[in-house]
């Protein structure tokens, strides 16, 4: 169970900017949802094996109080973490999360976000999804280089993607800035498949920040003005949802 709450931990509050989770359970599956309070990106994702003591719909709010109790040094070793379930509307469904050292001398409660209020406070959060026109698995070079023009180009919150012809071959170019001000870019991959007609912004943070995970990445880019970012973590497969901006 532990692996698992800081999987969830890592790839939610652990960005800066998901601080409210949502778990769907059931015996086939186990979902997570989340969004940024701006609405800059959307989470969607499940484990690869469903969690027996996460059946049901619930929410985990204030991530930042369960990462603190993760990180301390009370529950490193031997500690009791046990899920906990009440009643609720005639069924049985976690309530939350019990915390305690091997000696019982050093105890917390993390308490779930009952159905009715998860749901209604993430009740946009379905992305019903998109054509992806461009899919490339970064590399880790690649991730390097936005670093270096994030770094560049502190200023900018937003960066465009283009898909850009040079030599005879489609690459995916990243571009910060315009002529107007300091400006630069450069090929995120090369030899892409795939067209991309409209030249969409997507926020630095946000996408440096999810680049930045561990565990196998795609980006997935939509003509219609969507990117999503893939991570495996090996536990659970992370999609991030990320609806173009305006620069």
């Known amino acids: 169970m532990i692996d698992i709450l800081k999987d969830i931990v890592k790839h939610t509050h652990g960005l800066g900017f998901l601080d409210l989770v949502k778990i769907s359970g059931s015996t086939e599956a186990t979902a997570i949802d989340s969004m ?146 300091h400006a630069g870019k450069f090929v995120f991959q090369n030899a892409v498949e795939g067209i991309l007609a409209h030249a969409w912004a997507y926020p630095v943070a946000q996408v440096q920040a999810i680049l930045n995970l561990d565990g196998n990445a795609t980006v997935s880019l939509s003509d219609q003005g969507a990117m999503q970012i893939t991570v495996d973590s090996g536990i659970g497969e992370y999609n991030y949802i990320l609806p173009a901006q305006t620069k």
């Open 36 to 181: 940024a309070e701006d609405r800059s990106v959307i989470l969607q994702g499940s484990f690869h094996k469903p969690q027996s003591e996460m059946s049901g719909t619930f929410g985990m709010p204030q991530m930042g109080k369960l990462d603190i109790h993760l990180k301390c040094p009370e529950y490193k070793d031997k500690a009791k973490i046990t899920v906990l379930s009440g009643e609720r509307n005639g069924a049985t469904v976690p309530t939350g999360i019990h915390f305690e050292n091997e000696k019982g001398d050093f105890k917390n409660d993390y308490r779930f976000m009952n159905a009715e209020i998860i749901n209604e406070k993430l009740k946009t959060v379905k992305f019903k999804g998109a054509s992806w026109d461009v899919v490339v698995e970064p590399s880790m070079a690649s991730i390097q280089r936005m670093k270096f023009q994030s770094m560049a180009h502190a200023e900018e919150t937003v960066f465009t993607v283009k898909v850009e012809e040079t030599n005879g071959t489609s690459d995916l170019v990243f571009h910060f800035g315009d002529a107007n001000t």
